[in-house]
Each structure stands twice: as C-alpha cells, then as structure tokens.
C-alpha cells in the first residue's frame, strides 16, 4: 500500500474522444509524475509536476497535458485519442525537497481505445 | 535511453537467494541508483535504493561497488511471490522537484522456481 491512488482503474475511450485521469498523492508528497506503459514495454515518463507547476516533460505530444491541484492531487489529460494511447497510466508521488527521495506508484489507470 | 543494462531473464530456486546484476557504468556523482519490481498488470514496486553505501531493508539488499559502476540487487530468501520483472534505474538526486524522472529499460524477468 504506497498510499497513491488512482481513478478509474478501467475504461474504454474511442479513438477521438477526450480522457481525464486522476490521482491523489501520497500524504505530504508535493511532486507528482505520470507514466505510460504500453502492453510488454517499461513505462515511460509523460511529465512531473512539482509545487503545481509543470517542471519535466518527456516525448510527449501537447494533446498529454495535465494540473496539479493546491492539494498536490494531480489530472492527467489526452485529447483526440488515438488507438496507440491505449495502454497503463501509472500514477507516481514523492517528496521534492528530499534529495533522493522515493518514488512511490499507484496502480494505474488502464485505457483501452477504440 | 535507459542507462543501466540487465540480464534479461534470470531463474531462482524458492528459498534461495536471488542476486540481480545491474551494469551502471556512465552513473554520475550525483545518480542514486534505485530498483522497482513489477508484478504483472500492477504499478512498479520500491524496493531499495542507494548512492554509493550499500543499503538493507526488509525487502532486499543492494550492494553497490566501490567504482559505482554496477550493482546487485540480493533478495535474501526468494518465494514464489518474488516472480516479476525487475528494474534497475539510474536518477539525479537534487532538492526542489528537479530530481530527475525514472527512465525504465526492459529489466530482469525473475522466475522463481519451487
């Protein structure tokens, strides 16, 4: 139990429509990053918010964009689906102003399309 | 690019220990090194991490060698429940959320055997 939580655990999209992911963060984490993981690959870093500010992204398209909220709960969101998008969307908290903090995830979030 | 170079796959008796090499040998100064496991269909376990000491908790053992190039992940007494895909990753530690993120590669597949 890494205390992140994520929402909802399953949903099926089709192709073109608008996704919204959410996760609440472990207590007194004030960075929260997001990951994609497609079937039989490693996740991959989408970006990180810290202090509600984006401050990391990775090859991402702008159609992934995301909020973090004043409660360091954060959304995730990804406009005009595609079929690729299918795939699990970690959710992953940790403290910022701790150097070589841990990272903890939640158990994602998996998004079919279709 | 993920920075660390693993075995694919590795096979372990139950109640054995299981020892998981990991090659890091472009680490920086500053890049702890750190291991995750995943079970399938669920989020990436913490498991240990470590700078340049050799660090234990009650999941695991990391030992890390004096040149920083490389280490091992030990898992003392290895049960069928330790059958996963196991990550060994490299990140920048600094204060202020701009730690760097997780880069996964493909990891160690460990099959625990009765």
């Known amino acids: 139990e890494t205390g992140v939580t994520q929402s909802p655990t399953h949903l099926i999209k089709t192709r073109g429509q608008q996704v919204t992911l959410r996760c609440s963060s472990q207590?007194?984490?004030?960075?929260v990053s997001w990951y994609q993981q497609a079937l039989g690959q490693g996740p991959q870093f989408i970006f990180q918010y810290y202090r509600e500010e984006e401050n990391g992204r990775g090859n991402f398209p702008p159609r992934f964009s995301g909020l973090q909220f004043p409660n360091y709960s954060s959304e995730l969101n990804v406009n005009a689906l595609e079929l690729d998008d299918s795939a699990l969307y970690l959710c992953?908290?940790?403290?910022?102003?701790?150097?070589?903090?841990?990272?903890?995830f939640g158990e994602g979030s998996w998004l079919t399309v279709v | 690019d993920a920075k660390t170079t693993q075995p694919p796959s590795m096979d372990c008796a139950e109640g054995r220990a299981a020892n998981l090499p990991c090659n890091h040998s472009?680490?920086?100064?500053?890049?702890?090194v750190y291991w995750y496991r995943q079970i399938h269909s669920q989020g990436p376990q913490y498991i240990i991490h470590?700078?340049?000491n050799n660090e234990t908790n009650e999941m695991a053992s990391l030992i890390i060698t004096e040149d920083r190039k490389s280490s091992t992940l030990i898992l003392p007494h290895a049960t069928l429940r330790d059958t996963a895909v196991y990550y060994c990753i490299v990140r920048v530690g600094n204060y202020g959320g701009s730690q760097g993120n997780l880069i996964f590669g493909k990891g160690t597949k460990l099959s625990v055997k009765p």
């Open positions: 992953a908290s940790s403290d910022g102003g701790k150097v070589g903090n841990t990272i903890y």
């Open positions: 472009t680490i920086s100064g500053n890049e702890y």
């Open positions: 207590s007194g984490h004030n960075t």
């Open positions: 470590g700078l340049k």
